[in-house]
């Protein structure tokens, strides 16, 4: 089970509200084992999530240690998953130009999602509370998750060196569409989308498909327009068009749209993205590094953000 706030928790995935009493719980877990097993024609896929999800809560040590946020065993410390604010960045070598707020529009929704759920007149020390975040329906907590999807690519990107330029939270017209990263390195200019649905995603018929993904929910596509929308506000063309997932919820590196309007598209790993940025996709449009000071002039100048 993905230690993402866009993933559904252990008590969603038995069934329980988080109030539920032991003994609930231990009813639900031995119920959807015997419903999922698959030695009863159960899915293999959903017996083992239930038994992860007992694992993090069928005890009563446990349970109190997930509901007070702490991490899976395993996993990376309490203050990486679930820090209210991006850590900043550790001293090196020149970074990469960055402009915009990674992830800003994202937490902002968060905040104010959590603060209707609350309830008017509830006040709250810190909204980014473990136990506040994970009490949270899925639908606040994964504005959560989004943001720090942007927080994370920007960091990557960041760590790349001043041959690289980003720019985020991108405004594309004046409907409230946007772009989460604009990217200009020796690759070329690419626009891309940092996304954690808490589930396994993968490309079907030129699109992103997955559990945690709506059947009107079309990143791929939604991210080619805006792109194509954006070039010519900015009188720009792009190399490519990237959605960067975690690395867990894509079973290959990456994928590509191999066909149809949006071909060239990919999907990939949030650790190789560095790879992408430094080689390319195998149709860049936009001639390489030789244009990139022109570039990089021009979309500084026309540039809104969110």
Do not use: C
Request: net charge neutral.
């Amino acid at each position: 089970m993905p230690d993402s706030h866009a993933a559904r928790t252990p008590y969603e995935v038995l069934g329980v509200a988080a109030t539920a009493s032991d003994d609930e719980l231990r009813r639900a877990y031995r119920r959807l084992l015997r419903e999922t097993h698959p030695d009863t024609g159960g899915d293999a896929a959903s017996f083992h999530e239930v038994q992860l999800a007992w694992e993090r809560i069928g005890s009563a040590s446990a349970r109190s240690d997930y509901d007070r946020g702490a991490p899976a065993p395993g996993t990376a410390s309490p203050q990486s998953p679930y820090t209210g604010s991006p850590r900043p960045p550790t001293a090196s070598a020149v970074r990469a130009r960055s402009y915009g707020h990674p992830g800003g529009a994202a937490r902002e929704h968060y905040l104010r999602l959590v603060r209707e759920w609350l309830g008017r007149g509830v006040a709250t020390d810190d909204p980014f509370d473990p136990a506040i975040v994970r009490s949270a329906p899925r639908e606040v907590r994964s504005w959560l998750a989004k943001a720090q999807a942007e927080e994370a690519t920007a960091a990557l990107v960041g760590a790349l060196g001043i041959a690289y330029t980003i720019w985020n939270d991108v405004a594309v017209g004046d409907g409230g569409l946007k772009i989460d990263h604009l990217v200009l390195g020796p690759a070329g200019l690419l626009a891309l989308t940092s996304a954690d649905w808490g589930d396994p995603v993968r490309v079907r018929k030129g699109e992103i498909v997955g559990a945690g993904i709506a059947e009107d929910e079309k990143p791929i596509a939604v991210l080619a327009k805006a792109a194509r929308r954006l070039g010519r506000e900015l009188g720009v063309r792009f190399s490519a068009s990237v959605v960067v997932v975690p690395d867990e919820a894509l079973e290959q590196p990456f994928e590509q749209v191999e066909r149809g309007r949006h071909q060239g598209a990919v999907v990939i790993r949030r650790s190789l993205l560095p790879q992408l940025l430094r080689s390319g996709t195998d149709d860049p449009r936009l001639g390489g590094y030789g244009e990139s000071f022109e570039v990089r002039t021009r979309v500084q100048n026309r540039i809104r953000f969110v």
